[in-house]
């Protein structure tokens, strides 16, 4: 038996819980969550789990084995701090890893001193097609030389406190949203950036709202050019007002022997239902010559897709996790994976909010 507490459990804690429900010999003994309607939903799909009032009163607990932190991104590092000085059990921790860099000092801290395994959930490493992809990548490409990652979905969800419609709380969409993609840049390219561009702002979405008085300043669409090390280029497309989109993630390496793409469909929930079934996940290879696509379907079983919005990757992260756990396996997102993909982020915010390209070097 596997035995998680759940410190947030919001929309995407709840995400964890149903695909921690889905591994065999596992269960969530306990959570904190400060919201009565997300704790009630909570108990909906564990009514096993003991609600705490607090992170103290949940470590207190004998029966758990590991935690996962889906707390709002601001949060983490201070409860990584409170577990770290309480009772360091293996930890999975939602991206971003931070969002400031006065965080800084407290993360070293903890990456140096913490003794047991952290993973930073990065959900979209696990996704079947970007998983396929991955693998096919230097067959198809003769070595990948551009990489595009393009997300057309839908606006910010609405969050318990309306935490995520700030920068002060996110560290910017470029950060809260992105870092899944500076990740992927990294994990894919096999190289570290040294230099990014960036072009964003705040067009369409959540103009007209206002919390206390306050206008959201999160941003909604922008492009953005990282330079690696090696030579190799990679640009993201962010687009949170095209959720008509008939696939959200569509990811293209580029070689001298030819193309791979990933198309990844949006959220189950999400989908016209009037437009028939959602599309199926699919990794099309362009070879140079001879020239003609091949197209693979990566079909995903769909009780994966119910139990959440990534596509079944947050089941295939939580079955790495749990070998973890164990003792049997290492974390493959690291604490020093977390933080680059921030750092990567941060610095398209400072660029596209100068005009100035900024140096990784």
């Known amino acids: 038996m596997t035995r998680y507490g759940i410190i947030g459990s919001g929309m995407m804690g709840q995400e964890h819980i149903r695909n921690i429900a889905l591994l065999p010999g596992a269960t969530?003994?306990?959570?904190?969550?400060?919201?009565?309607?997300?704790?009630?939903?909570?108990?909906?799909?564990?009514?096993?789990?003991?609600?705490?009032?607090?992170?103290?009163?949940?470590?207190?607990?004998?029966?758990?084995?590991?935690?996962?932190?889906a707390s709002p991104n601001h949060c983490h590092v201070g409860q990584l701090t409170e577990i770290a000085a309480r009772r360091p059990l293996p930890v999975l921790v939602e991206k971003p890893l931070y969002t400031d860099e006065a965080q800084l000092p407290a993360?070293?801290?903890?990456?140096?001193?913490?003794?047991?395994?952290?993973w930073v959930a990065m959900e979209y490493r696990y996704m079947p097609p970007v998983q396929v992809l991955r693998d096919m990548a230097e067959t198809a490409t003769g070595g990948i030389q551009m990489l595009t990652i393009r997300e057309h979905r839908f606006p910010f969800l609405e969050k318990v406190g309306d935490?995520?419609?700030?920068?002060?709380n996110t560290g910017g969409t470029l950060v809260e949203k992105c870092c899944h993609f500076f990740d992927l840049m990294r994990l894919i390219l096999a190289d570290d950036p040294v230099r990014v561009m960036a072009s964003a702002g705040q067009a369409v979405n959540h103009l007209d709202e206002r919390y206390g008085g306050e206008r959201p300043d999160i941003w909604d669409h922008g492009y953005v050019i990282v330079d690696f090390a090696r030579g190799t280029r990679a640009m993201?497309?962010?687009?949170?007002?095209?959720?008509?989109s008939r696939y959200q993630e569509e990811i293209s390496a580029v070689g001298p022997t030819g193309k791979i793409e990933a198309l990844v469909p949006g959220p189950t929930r999400f989908w016209n239902k009037d437009l028939g079934p959602a599309p199926v996940p699919r990794?099309?290879?362009s070879p140079r010559n001879p020239t003609g696509p091949v197209e693979h379907d990566v079909p995903v079983d769909p009780?994966?897709?119910?139990?959440?919005?990534?596509?079944?990757?947050?089941?295939?992260?939580?079955?790495?996790?749990?070998?973890?756990?164990?003792?049997?396996a290492r974390?493959?997102?690291?604490?020093?994976?977390?933080?680059?993909?921030?750092?990567?982020?941060?610095?398209?915010?400072?660029?596209?909010?100068?005009?100035?390209a900024v140096s990784l070097a």
């Open 163 to 168: 935490w995520n419609r700030f920068n002060r």
């Open 107 to 118: 993360l070293e801290q903890i990456a140096r001193d913490f003794p047991a395994p952290i």
């Open 236 to 244: 993201l497309e962010l687009c949170m007002f095209a959720e008509g």
């Open 28 to 69: 969530v003994t306990g959570f904190v969550e400060p919201d009565d309607k997300m704790a009630a939903a909570t108990l909906a799909l564990m009514p096993q789990a003991v609600r705490c009032p607090d992170i103290e009163t949940l470590l207190s607990r004998e029966d758990l084995d590991a935690l996962v932190i």
């Open 283 to 285: 990794v099309i290879v």
């Open 303 to 328: 009780r994966l897709l119910a139990a959440g919005d990534h596509n079944g990757s947050t089941f295939y992260q939580h079955e790495r996790f749990r070998e973890v756990v164990h003792g049997r």
């Open 331 to 356: 974390p493959e997102v690291t604490l020093a994976d977390g933080a680059a993909a921030v750092r990567m982020g941060r610095a398209a915010q400072e660029s596209a909010a100068t005009g100035q």
